[in-house]
């Protein structure tokens, strides 16, 4: 589950190169900040314990030669964690790798204002995975964003009915159940 999870979080900071008309390359400055995740699909069904209910915003900071870091919190065990992912910047714009190159990430601007995809390939487990997140600057769904990501999930062959719209948090407090 540790690693699922970990794949979830770093479908957060991923991208995909400009392969569609719809998408324009995008430079570090643009992706440094704060993102909030409006929806997450995956080519595998996450069982619905595993699926993400909440999510705290996603920061982006720029590291030299290019590189970027990720930092999100999230909430295991009834704990807040921290968990932080270099990406290093490959020859081809908007694309990273990470994890010793088993994973490839790609960011995707949208024709919405302020709204990216943050596509990640790789392996997991010995196993592929592919992962989309559609990010945006503040926590409120826009409907065009949202359809553009169902394009998008489509032309990836990512099954629509595995798209899931988590609950934004401003940050991770620990809950008692």
Partial sequence: MKVLFLTIILGLITALQAQDPLFFPSENENIIGTWYVKAVVADKDLPKEKRPKKVSPLTVTALDGGDLEAMVTFMKGGQCHEKRVVMHQTEEPGRYS??????????LDLPVKDHRIFYCEGQLGGKAIRIGKLVGRNPDMSLEALEEFKKFAERKGLPQENIIMPVQRESCIPESD
């Fill in 98 to 107: 990470t994890f010793g190159g088993k994973r490839h990430m790609h960011i």
